[in-house]
């Protein structure tokens, strides 16, 4: 039974398109996050949602959307694809927003843009 | 300025040997979370353990213990008896509070090769 799974796993897509990745946790935590983790393995946090409110939301480049419909799904979208894009996008999950709360992840969904 | 620093891009170490993965931080915040995780090379990102800024013991879990030096900020990961499914990248991150809730803040991670 996957606790945070992401889907797709892989996406190759060209330049200039829109494309979603989708997350979904059965954990019952309140809150999600996405992460963007770039090819030299660096994390860098994207969004954060608690109970489907953002709340926060880094410097991101408004082509990428979030959206939670309910506590368990945080969906990311992204228009006009840009090579730059390329990237392993993680979702993940906590109890609640609070210090002492470690993450369980997803597994990743890796995008290549061509 | 980087909040979280790990300065060993790649260690070595051999099988049944204990290793020390270091990671500094820099926060004017007095409460605040720290954490590592591992990424095997499958890619997922597991937690392995964490450290509140006011415990007064280091925290421990299984053969993985977080050296916490509050006054000189940092946070060492020591794996005891490493096993060659140790070998992975490790990252050191610490959560504080930011604008509207908490953020996580990942160093750039150490490379661990265990060797037979």
């Known amino acids: 039974d996957t606790a945070v799974s992401q889907t797709p796993k892989y996406l190759v897509t060209q330049m200039g398109n829109d494309k979603s990745i989708k997350c979904e946790q059965n954990l019952g935590h309140d809150t999600m996050y996405w992460y963007k983790q770039d090819s030299k393995k660096f994390l860098k946090i994207m969004f954060s949602y608690n109970n489907k409110e953002l709340i926060i939301n880094e410097t991101v480049p408004n082509r990428f959307s979030p959206k939670s419909p309910d506590k368990a799904h945080l969906n990311l979208h992204i228009n006009s694809l840009e090579l730059g894009d390329s990237a392993v996008y993680f979702c993940?999950?906590?109890?609640?927003?609070?210090?002492?709360?470690?993450?369980?992840f997803g597994s990743g969904t890796r995008l290549t843009v061509v | 300025a980087q909040k979280i620093t790990q300065t060993q891009p790649g260690m070595f170490v051999q099988e049944k040997e204990a290793v020390t993965l270091d990671c500094t931080y820099d926060t004017s915040d007095p409460s605040y979370g720290l954490f590592w995780y591992k990424q095997p090379s499958s890619g997922e990102m597991i937690f392995l353990i964490y450290?509140?800024?006011?415990?007064?013991q280091n925290a421990t879990e299984g053969r993985y213990s977080l050296n916490f030096q509050k006054a000189r900020k940092s946070a060492n990961l020591v794996i005891s008896a490493s096993q060659l499914g140790d070998s992975a990248m490790y990252f050191c991150?610490?959560?504080?509070?930011?604008?509207?809730?908490?953020?996580?803040?990942f160093g750039a991670g150490t490379r661990l090769f265990v060797k037979a």
């Open positions: 991150a610490m959560r504080e509070a930011d604008t509207g809730g908490f953020k996580t803040i």
């Open positions: 450290q509140g800024s006011y415990d007064q």
């Open positions: 993940a999950s906590s109890p609640r927003d609070r210090l002492n709360y470690g993450y369980t």
